[in-house]
């Protein structure tokens, strides 16, 4: 017989896990009638063992207490398998909340690069699902969880686009509209936009910020006098980040306004 020191340093295993494996019913020492002390036997240590083999697959502790009520090898497999879809899932979202970050850094970098400036620059081709009436059209909401269950991961700020449409170069028409990649989801219909070479600016937006349509509006048509460019008449914009300026909203749009092909 074993005591609970030496299966520790026989097993490596701390007391205290010794214990709760105890606690949980997955181990049962026998214990001295005349001092209590925990004495383990060879098969107790086994146990040990097996509970450690699988805990290394990360296993629950309930899928460990079916598997030492002499399972078959079948039943073990069907565990494993189960583990392993939910691995697979996490990973997954690990994988999605990984390429987030990657975009949302890379945002980073280009604002730092092109806020105020005009360049010249494609936009991915994107799907349009459904309108809102406005942004803080709250109620609506219910249209982006409709739309865009494939994409859960992905901020409600960016499934949503404000399109503008421009007439005599004003702006005669704002939509905000709810957006995703194309082919992002089965059965659907929804809009395809393919907007191709645009004029790109990417703005801070806050109360500060009073004029800032009408100063990109007229910085976008001074850069096209400049460089003769013609323009499609619609725009759309994105949010890139957001933060807080004094207890107010303050986020960084980009603006894409394509040219004619």
Request: charge should be negative; proline fraction near 3%; include cysteine.
């Amino acid at each position: 017989m074993y005591s609970i020191g030496e299966v520790s340093k026989i097993t490596g295993i701390s007391r205290d896990r010794l214990r709760n494996y105890e606690e949980k019913g997955l181990l049962y020492p026998d214990k001295n009638i005349y001092n209590g002390y925990r004495e383990y036997s060879i098969d107790d240590i086994d146990t040990v063992l097996l509970i450690e083999f699988y805990r290394s697959l990360d296993l629950s502790i309930d899928s460990i207490g079916e598997i030492c009520k002499d399972r078959g090898l079948e039943d073990i497999k069907r565990l494993i398998e189960a583990k392993k879809q939910a691995v697979d899932e996490e990973l997954g979202k690990l994988t999605r909340i990984n390429d987030n970050l990657s975009g949302f850094l890379a945002d980073y970098e280009n604002i730092k690069s092109n806020l105020n400036k005009i360049i010249i620059r494609d936009m991915d081709d994107f799907q349009i699902y459904d309108e809102l009436t406005d942004f803080r059209s709250y109620q609506e909401y219910n249209k982006i969880h409709a739309s865009q269950k494939f994409d859960p991961d992905k901020p409600i700020v960016r499934k949503l686009t404000r399109k503008l449409i421009f007439e005599n170069d004003c702006i005669a028409e704002s939509k905000m509209v709810i957006t995703g990649p194309v082919d992002a989801g089965k059965n659907v219909k929804p809009d395809i936009c393919r907007p191709g070479r645009c004029l790109y600016t990417v703005r801070e937006d806050s109360k500060k910020a009073d004029s800032l349509m009408a100063d990109i509006q007229r910085d976008f048509f001074s850069f096209i006098k400049e460089h003769d460019h013609e323009i499609t008449g619609t725009a759309y914009a994105n949010i890139l980040f957001m933060a807080k300026d004094e207890g107010s909203m303050k986020s960084y749009l980009e603006i894409f306004l394509p040219l004619k092909k």
